[in-house]
């Protein structure tokens, strides 16, 4: 009788916070780590989760439980590993959830010594990257927390990502309750953690890696937050780690270097053998980038820059005219043998667009 009572006081605790239940990892069904019953069964049953003391929050960022929430100690290894294909959706399922403990969830994973996981114990080190995270929408009420509030929910989803080399992997889940984070400590964190391994895969190595502790500070503004405002939520933690991305967002395309202007000169007409000039074509030298070197007809007119000299094709009724402040060739139709040639002494005149007109 006083067992069962004690199944009922532990019950009704459990009600007020939350833990993993259970979850679905690479088509099997796991059981989670009881703080109200494994402790209580003999033998005691092997699990892939780490050991929880219970339901209750972590509120100092600095401490080693903020990791696992382990006894003081960061975690406490599991003897088992459930095997999942990288690029599987694994879904954890919570505890009723409190109505009034809105907040986050996010998924971090870690990669455990090619042994696997059973001795692994990260303490601080900087080895957690983070594969999934829900905030707030907008300044709406619905958080990622929200789901776990309705009696037979769905739980929460993470995908581990296709890219990641395969082997054992420690993953940590935790939601963060923001309804007395207002000012430090406030904010209640519940973090779990279990042990998989990754089968499949590819040769990517995340990158901006973190430790727990060392991921949150008191001063983010992902751990003091009003929740009551009607304000944005900034997440804590590095940022999300994708394949695509390895951990940062897409780098955007670099810029196209800047190329030199060009100018396109119509089609030369087509003319007869009688109208093509006898003379050797004049050679120019170009400091632009491109250098062309063209034929031209009885009527072509030289025209000579100041920081450019390109020979142009013209037909009869065509006079170039120079731009010292465009640097380029401007060709302007003109009346039959209306076509003024620049004399040597006046190469450097700036001509004013004027009298053409």
């Not at 696997?116 to 907008?138: H, L």
């Not at 031209?296 to 820059?305: F, I, K």
Request: proline share 10%; with cysteine.
């Amino acid at each position: 009788m006083k067992y069962t009572a004690s199944l009922v006081g532990f019950a009704a605790v459990a009600a007020a916070h939350g833990v993993i239940e259970s979850a679905s990892i690479g088509g099997e069904e796991y059981e989670f780590y009881n703080p109200f019953q494994d402790p209580y069964m003999n033998p005691a049953p092997e699990r892939i989760s780490r050991k929880v003391p219970g339901n209750g929050p972590v509120e100092d960022v600095t401490s080693a439980d903020i990791q696992c929430n382990g006894f003081n100690t960061g975690s406490e290894p599991a003897p088992l590993h459930a095997t999942v294909a990288a690029g599987s959706t694994v879904n954890l399922r919570w505890t009723l959830w409190p109505e009034s403990h809105v907040g986050p969830s996010l998924t971090y994973m870690a990669k455990c010594p090619d042994s696997g996981c059973n001795d692994y114990m990260p303490g601080d080190d900087a080895v957690w990257f983070k594969i999934q995270e829900a905030g707030r929408e907008g300044t709406s009420n619905n958080w990622g927390a929200t789901p776990l509030m309705v009696e037979g929910n769905s739980g929460v989803d993470y995908t581990i990502p296709e890219c990641i080399e395969p082997g054992f992997y420690l993953v940590r889940h935790e939601l963060i309750a923001l309804h007395s984070a207002f000012s430090y400590p406030g904010a209640q964190f519940y973090p779990g953690c279990h042990q998989i391994e990754v089968t499949g895969g590819g040769s990517t190595q995340p990158t901006d890696l973190v430790g727990f502790p060392g991921a949150y500070s008191p001063t983010d503004p992902g751990v003091t937050y009003d929740a009551y405002q009607a304000q944005e939520y900034i997440l804590p933690g590095p940022k999300l780690f994708t394949c695509s991305g390895s951990g940062t967002s897409p780098a955007p395309a670099p810029s196209p270097e800047p190329s030199s202007p060009t100018t396109t000169s119509p089609a030369a007409p087509v003319t007869t053998p009688s109208a093509v000039s006898s003379a050797p074509a004049a050679s120019s030298t170009s400091i632009a980038n491109d250098e062309d070197d063209e034929e031209g007809v009885d009527d072509e007119c030289p025209v000579e820059d100041d920081e450019e000299e390109e020979e142009v094709e013209d037909d009869e009724d065509e006079c170039p005219v120079e731009d010292d402040e465009e640097d380029e060739v401007e060709e302007d139709e003109d009346e039959e043998d209306d076509c003024e040639i620049e004399a040597p002494e006046v190469q450097r005149r700036h001509w004013d667009r004027r009298s053409y007109q």
